[in-house]
């Protein structure tokens, strides 16, 4: 059977779904930030920003921008009713003190173990810039990770262990892919769910750790 894979705004949205009202989230860099427009407005979530915003929101009109009011990806944002501006020391010590529930970051790779790799690839011409990822790793109550379950050159980015620099061991609780959504658990990666049209088989043949059929289970 064929199947299509998830747009990045498909997988932004489905990560919304799983957030619950009152908790207070950081969004990574990158695919991460597309979530604040997918949040319920029913729903009190209040984001987190590392350069010092909390409670903000989706993405502001072009003649609404205000160059001063950004996140830490560098794009516009807009500040809810009670939301504040603090010193990114204030802002790492949340991070750092348990205070988040959920940080959902990027990955290069993330271990069958919930191992996770998102700030060096060893290429010799990258420039290392691991910022408060490895804070939100090991701060946040639980991580999120979305990435593409594969690379552009077709290599698994689910893997049995790191090849990149770590951020964080043993820190991620799920991870969104464009096929799948998987939690990371003791006994092992449990597949919740994957796109129409995909087998199982097919999956694990993409994922370089041993997956787990979960998809059936009550």
């Known amino acids: 059977m ?7 705004d498909q997988i932004a949205e489905r ?8 908790a207070y989230v950081n969004l990574g860099i990158g695919l991460p930030t597309k979530i604040s427009s997918y949040l319920p407005s029913d729903k009190d979530v209040f984001l987190h920003s590392e ?7 989706p993405p502001p009109a072009e003649e609404d921008r205000d160059p001063e009011l950004i ?7 807009t500040l809810l009713d009670g939301g504040a501006y603090f010193h ?6 949340m991070m750092r003190g348990g205070h988040l ?14 191992d996770l790799a998102n700030w060096h690839t060893s290429a010799p011409d990258a420039i290392p810039a691991v910022g408060g990822a490895m804070d939100l790793a090991v701060g946040a ?16 980015k689910i893997v049995a262990t790191l090849d990149y620099p770590a951020t964080g061991l043993k820190c991620v609780d799920r991870i969104y892919t464009d096929l799948c959504v998987i939690d990371v658990t003791v006994e092992g990666m449990k597949v919740i769910e994957k796109v129409e049209g995909l087998s199982f088989e097919e999956l694990q043949s993409l994922t370089g750790a041993t997956l787990i059929d979960a998809t059936n289970a009550g």
């Open 2 to 8: 064929s199947y299509t894979k998830l747009s990045r």
């Open 15 to 22: 990560v919304a779904q799983d957030i619950p009202d009152g």
């Open 51 to 57: 350069n010092g915003l909390l409670a903000f929101g």
């Open 71 to 77: 996140n830490a990806g560098k794009e516009f944002v």
């Open 88 to 93: 990114h020391g204030d802002s790492f010590a």
């Open 101 to 114: 529930d959920i940080a959902v970051l990027g990955a290069f790779q993330v271990a069958e173990n919930g």
């Open 141 to 156: 109550k639980k991580v999120f990770i979305t990435t593409d379950h594969v690379t552009k050159k077709g290599e698994p």
